[in-house]
């Protein structure tokens, strides 16, 4: 079985963290983890800005959303870190790296929500 290029371009990524910076596979991690948290972090805020533009229907609508959003997000990161090393110790660095990336791409999903509603809605300044 192949696998999929995500995980061998991960692979890749990691090889070059260790060779590159000569830090042990615990710092990797917690540096995984804070890169997660940063990037968390700016989701929150892009969130917080939209959903104080939406209506009460919006809000709603938004927030199931996000509850799942983030339920996919967990169960992925534990998928792909379970997949790619199952129990080993670079587990916390795939499933930390997994949730960054895709925070990241959310949160350029709910900004492009933000431009669309700041040319229509002067509550959302523009960045």
Do not use: H
Request: with cysteine.
């Amino acid at each position: 079985m192949k696998a999929p290029p995500f995980l061998l371009c991960l692979g890749i990524l990691l090889v070059s963290l260790v060779t590159a910076s000569g830090q042990s596979q615990s710092e990797m991690n917690l540096q995984a983890q804070k890169d997660f948290e940063k990037a968390d972090a700016k989701l929150n805020s892009v969130y917080k800005k939209l959903i104080a533009a939406l209506d009460a229907g919006g809000q709603a609508k938004l927030k199931a959303a996000q509850r799942a959003w983030i339920a996919f997000r967990d169960a992925e990161a534990e998928f792909q870190a379970d997949a790619e090393a199952r129990g080993g110790s670079m587990a916390p660095l795939i499933r930390a790296a997994t949730a960054e990336e895709l925070t990241k791409k959310r949160t350029e999903q709910l900004s492009v929500v933000i431009g669309t509603f700041s040319e229509k809605d002067a509550r959302i300044p523009k960045k």
